[in-house]
């Protein structure tokens, strides 16, 4: 019912790891780290790997099967307009009829954080009344943010709340 916890849950262990991993070397270099090898270091270990799947997926999948609903496609048209969004992590700006494989949303928005995340550690090390400052404006400005698109858009907060929502819920569930 809830599985976007199982999502944040990653989010939280990744940005753990980013910042154990971000200040020892910052501490450890006594705080010149050079930011091109820090992004270009991510994006070498995650890209490969990622774009060959993404390959696989396009070009070798529609082989490996056959059926009534198998895609028919030699190469998913899709993917082939729309992979550089994928190559860049920007996807996830994409409606979900555009994006290839709908689950990489959660790299691209890994990779996402990770570019803005020295933004807060460096913050946090160098002046850490001002990374605190930062990192609460930063929190209430997303809970407002998302406050806001809720009600504007009268948003269901989670499955469990259906109820509340649906006058009928056996007509509902009928369907």
Not at 70 to 99: A, E, M
Request: with cysteine; charged share 15%; net charge positive.
């Amino acid at each position: 019912m809830n599985a976007s916890y199982s999502v944040d849950v990653f989010f939280v262990i990744s940005g753990f790891l980013n910042g154990y991993f971000f200040s020892r070397e910052y501490t450890k270099k006594t705080g010149k780290i050079s930011w091109f090898h820090f992004y270009l270091r991510r994006f070498i270990r995650i890209t490969p790997v990622h774009m060959m799947v993404y390959w696989i997926y396009t070009t070798l999948f529609t082989y490996t099967g056959s059926g009534p609903l198998w895609p028919t496609y030699d190469t998913n048209p899709v993917c082939r307009k729309y992979w550089w969004w994928d190559f860049f992590y920007i996807n996830n700006f994409l409606s979900g009829w555009h994006q290839c494989l709908s689950h990489n949303w959660y790299l691209s928005v890994n990779m996402q954080l990770y570019l803005m995340s020295p933004l807060f550690m460096v913050a946090l090390l160098r002046r850490r009344r001002l990374g605190y400052i930062l990192m609460a404006l930063c929190i209430c400005g997303s809970s407002f943010y998302n406050f806001a698109i809720t009600v504007m858009y009268d948003l269901v907060d989670s499955e469990l709340s259906f109820p509340y929502y649906v006058d009928n819920i056996e007509l509902y569930l009928e369907r």
